[in-house]
């Protein structure tokens, strides 16, 4: 893999001062159906998403409201467009339980619906370019999970993108077919969100708990760094 970056734009720091992404990267990674442990951790934490929260509330928890306006400040309704943990969230009071998809996409589930913060994961071993976590210009192109019509952001929206290529919309919304993580993964970075009011702290016990996972039921090599508006940019390669 040839040295990549990954970044985040001044303008989203900006906007949201206390912002800061925690990056897991983890290679030589071992993925495949997961253990009936990695299962039973993933449906503790829908048990522990019913056992602390309610639907009537929802919208008002913390770690969720701060979503929801976030979403607003750039355009994105927030009862249209759910942030990935109030969707994940909403599905565990519902006690609809999540699929098990895969090891490491279920490690990212898990700790995200553990301690409601948004937690993604993409495949890094398929990058040619830099990525950067930054405002859309429009031109764009998305091509949603399970779809195959491509789509534009729309300008100003927060993305997650590989050049030109979108590989998450409204920040922490929905991925895109490009860098899904599959069985044959071998390279992921996971992104830990620690939006107001979730402190740093909390963002760097987060990413040493999916350290943890990776190495205990996918062995391979990690690593993490925090991206704040101090620390803007890293190295994506070993």
């Known amino acids: 893999m040839k040295e990549l970056h990954y970044s985040i734009a001044d ?4 906007r949201f001062p206390g912002y800061a992404r925690g990056v897991v990267l983890a290679y030589d990674v071992a993925n495949g159906e997961s253990s009936s442990e990695v299962v039973s951790l993933l449906r503790d934490a829908e048990a522990s998403v019913y056992n602390q ?3 009537e509330t929802i919208a008002e928890h913390p770690r969720i409201k701060s979503w929801r306006e976030a ?4 355009g994105a309704r927030p009862s249209e467009f759910r942030s990935s943990i109030e969707a994940m969230a909403r599905r565990a009071l519902r006690h609809d339980s999540l699929p098990s998809i895969n090891a490491l996409v279920d490690i990212g589930n898990a700790v995200s619906l553990r301690y409601l913060v948004p937690t993604g994961g993409h495949a ?3 990058l040619t370019q830099d990525i950067a976590l930054r405002p859309a210009k ?3 192109t998305f091509t949603p999970f399970g779809s195959e019509q491509a789509e534009s952001p729309l300008p100003g929206e927060i993305i997650f993108a590989e050049g030109n290529i979108v590989l998450t919309r409204r920040w922490t919304w929905r991925q895109a077919n490009h860098t899904l993580t599959l069985p044959t993964t071998k390279a992921i ?3 830990v969100d620690g939006l107001p009011p979730i402190p740093v702290s909390e963002v760097d016990e987060i990413c040493r708990r999916v350290m943890d996972l990776i190495r205990r039921f996918c062995g391979g090599r990690a690593r993490y760094e ?3 508006r101090e620390h803007p940019r890293i190295k994506l390669t070993e």
């Open 226 to 228: 925090i991206l704040t």
């Open 53 to 55: 929260l309610k639907i």
């Open 189 to 191: 970075e996971y992104n």
């Open 11 to 14: 303008e989203i720091f900006a």
């Open 71 to 74: 979403y607003r400040s750039f």
């Open 138 to 140: 429009g031109d764009e």
């Open 124 to 126: 890094i071993d398929v």
